[in-house]
């Protein structure tokens, strides 16, 4: 029982620490992979339950589907970066 108790206290903070990340990570990348960590936490939380099923759907849906759309939106986005210069961009000369 203390073991059950122990784990379900550390997934707890598991879970609570990646989705503050989660809202305060600048980088969308970090983002994004502390989304992962939070839904795969939250479906260790289910088999602790002995809601197997309900985890398993949780890992396909959320943690295989979700995930993987957030991780292309982010890869296939375009970054403007004030301070990069792209190849076909008129910079103006300060005369």
């Known amino acids: 029982m ?13 879970t609570l620490a990646s989705s503050l ?15 992962g960590l939070a839904l795969s936490s939250v479906a260790v939380h289910y088999v602790m339950l002995a809601a197997e099923f309900v985890a398993v759907i949780q890992v396909l849906v959320y ?17 403007d970066d004030p301070g990069s210069s792209e190849v076909g961009t008129v910079e103006q000369e300060e005369a």
């Open 2 to 14: 203390l073991f059950e108790q122990v784990a379900f206290g550390l997934f707890a903070l598991v």
């Open 21 to 35: 990340g989660v809202v305060l990570a600048r980088d969308i990348w970090h983002s994004a992979l502390l989304l």
């Open 63 to 79: 943690v295989g589907g979700v995930l993987v759309l957030v991780t292309f939106g982010v890869m296939l986005a375009r970054r």
